[in-house]
């Protein structure tokens, strides 16, 4: 069974940094893009950036210049280093990638979510 888990929330003052995990486990055999979405609030879920297998990197908007994604294949493992926390970066993280797995019928390729890990930034 693959899973993904996220850690590495908070709470953080205005002006801090956090750096998230995602660590993928089960009977993988490859990734594809590896992404960090967040949800605030009365929000919808928006997209915050996406890194590929490769390394090459894509941010939104909102976010670019202050977090920097980055990925281990070996850990089969994403980072979203967080810096210069604003109150409006409070959201639920959430990580996503396309996975290659082996299940009991074959091999099998879809996305998985992680559980998400909180993110408050407050005085």
């Known amino acids: 069974q693959v899973q993904l888990v996220e850690s590495g929330g908070g709470l953080v003052q205005p002006g801090g940094s956090l750096r998230l995990s995602c660590a993928a486990s089960g009977s993988i055999i490859s990734i594809d893009d590896m992404d960090w979405y967040r949800q605030a609030p009365g929000k919808q879920r928006e997209f915050v950036a996406t890194i590929t297998k490769g390394g090459s990197t894509n941010y939104a908007a909102s976010v670019k210049g202050q977090f920097t994604i980055s990925r281990d294949n070996a850990k089969n493992t994403v980072y979203l280093q967080m810096n210069s926390l604003k109150p409006e970066d409070t959201a639920v993280y959430y990580c996503?990638?396309?996975?290659?797995?082996?299940?009991?019928?074959?091999?099998?390729?879809?996305?998985?979510w992680g559980q998400g890990t909180q993110v408050t930034v407050s005085s």
């Open positions: 996503n990638a396309r996975i290659t797995s082996r299940q009991t019928m074959g091999l099998t390729s879809r996305e998985y």
